[in-house]
């Protein structure tokens, strides 16, 4: 039923990850998809990969950090296509640690990346809406933004950020035909992941991926595609009637860990 035919998406931290199946799967419902990303290797790869297939998207070399850059990025995007259909605010950097141990540094550099880069995706994104007739603006959050989470103490800060800004943008933005929702993942199996195994528990890799997949009740992770498909839909005509909503897509954990 999805059908995103002629609608320009930016997707930022598209090169690898949800990010990557984000950008998949929008191009695959007919969008054209501008990738951001400060991974220029991947980045390319994904964007390639997409017009091999017949579909539409553009990689575009981007530090989220840097507030000018996304200013010029997104006056190019809207200067080739002219509109903005679609922003996905999906990059993001996690950090372990709880307040004793997370550093003054540690916290710039996740609000840099995770706060920062949102508001200026938005502060550039939602003026080219508004001129494109509307839009919908989906914030990938966490379901660290309303559990806790053991050591995740920064990262649930930024988090947290998200889920709230969420429905500010969609109570400021509801006359504009702009539409604004949040996504919280539980633990998905992307490459982050199993690098955090390597680095952390060499030789019990295993162990402890089946220890952390049945903390969420389904019993296993999430898949990249999984959360992909919620946010093609929330992007979609078929989700007309929704905004200022967060949605959890856990396994189950949110409410059924007891």
């Known amino acids: 039923m999805i059908n995103l035919t002629n609608k320009v998406a930016i997707v930022t931290g598209g090169g690898k990850g949800i990010g990557e199946s984000i950008s998949r799967v929008l191009a695959k419902q007919g969008a054209s998809v501008h990738i951001l990303d400060i991974d220029k290797e991947n980045g390319t790869r994904v964007a390639e990969s997409i017009n091999t297939s017949g579909k539409k998207a553009l990689f575009h070399y981007c530090d989220l950090t840097n507030h000018d850059a996304i200013d010029d990025i997104f006056k190019n995007v809207y200067k080739q296509s002219e509109s903005l259909d679609i922003l996905i605010n999906n990059a993001g950097i996690a950090h372990i640690g709880n307040v004793e141990t997370t550093t003054p540094n540690d916290i710039d ?150």
Do not use: W
Request: hydrophobic residues 35%; aromatic residues 10%; glycine residues 10%.
């Open 109 to 258: 550099r996740l609000y840099n990346v995770n706060i920062k880069s949102v508001y200026s995706c938005l502060h550039f994104g939602i003026p080219l809406m508004k001129k494109s007739g509307g839009g919908s603006i989906v914030n990938m959050a966490s379901i660290a933004s309303v559990v806790g989470l053991a050591d995740r103490f920064a990262y649930t800060m930024s988090k947290g950020a998200v889920y709230s800004l969420t429905f500010s943008i969609a109570k400021d933005y509801v006359n504009d035909n702009i539409r604004c929702n949040a996504v919280g993942p539980g633990r998905v199996h992307t490459p982050l992941v199993d690098n955090y195994l390597k680095d952390n528990y060499t030789g019990q890799e295993q162990e402890m991926f089946e220890k952390l997949s049945k903390t969420q009740p389904i019993g296993r992770m999430g898949k990249p595609e999984e959360i992909a498909n919620l946010v093609a839909y929330l992007c979609s005509d078929e989700a007309a009637f929704t905004t200022g909503s967060f949605y959890p897509i856990d396994g189950g954990f949110q409410t059924l860990n007891t």
